[in-house]
């Protein structure tokens, strides 16, 4: 882990401690250290204000991030965020566009970018199908039952409705 990396860590791992004002200042400062075409930095200072409520000024930096190519972990990062985002802020069914657009890349996030489409689905008035979501990402994780579970939530809503049972 590079030096900027962990000073970013240091500001996340205080941030309850400093509070939301402090966050922004300290993240955008260690934004402005990097070139202008470093995703890192616009990634970095939308979480901040994501921290401080600021969705609004969060969303085109998350969107800048993504243009400049922000890679690996952290765009699927970003991704999430930036969904839950444009969820905040009123836009639901494109915050659902944003996550199934994850896909397969999502790897270890696979199960926060199903809690966000559950979170989505609620909102939009699909409760059944946010259960589903939520359900089928909980069941590998059940010591007992899971395959029942898995089953049974598919089966509260048709194939396709929601993407639970996506098709290639």
Known sequence: MDDWQRRVDEVW??????????????????AAELPVDDPRGPFEAAGARD??????????RYRS?????LAGRA????QIQLA???????RPAESLELLDAIGD??????DAVAAFRALALATLGRPDAAASVALVALAPHLAQYGRAI?????????????????TP
């Open 13 to 30: 791992a205080t941030a309850a401690e400093i509070g939301e004002d402090a966050v922004i200042d300290r993240i955008d400062a260690l």
């Open 105 to 110: 890349s999502a790897g270890e996030l696979a």
């Open 84 to 90: 839950s985002t444009v969820r905040n802020l009123g």
């Open 65 to 69: 991030a993504l243009a400049l190519g």
């Open 150 to 166: 898995d089953a049974y939530a598919r089966d509260v809503v048709p194939p396709g409705v929601d993407g639970t049972r996506r």
């Open 51 to 60: 921290f401080a409520g600021l969705e609004a000024e969060a969303e085109p």
């Open 75 to 78: 765009r699927v990062e970003a």
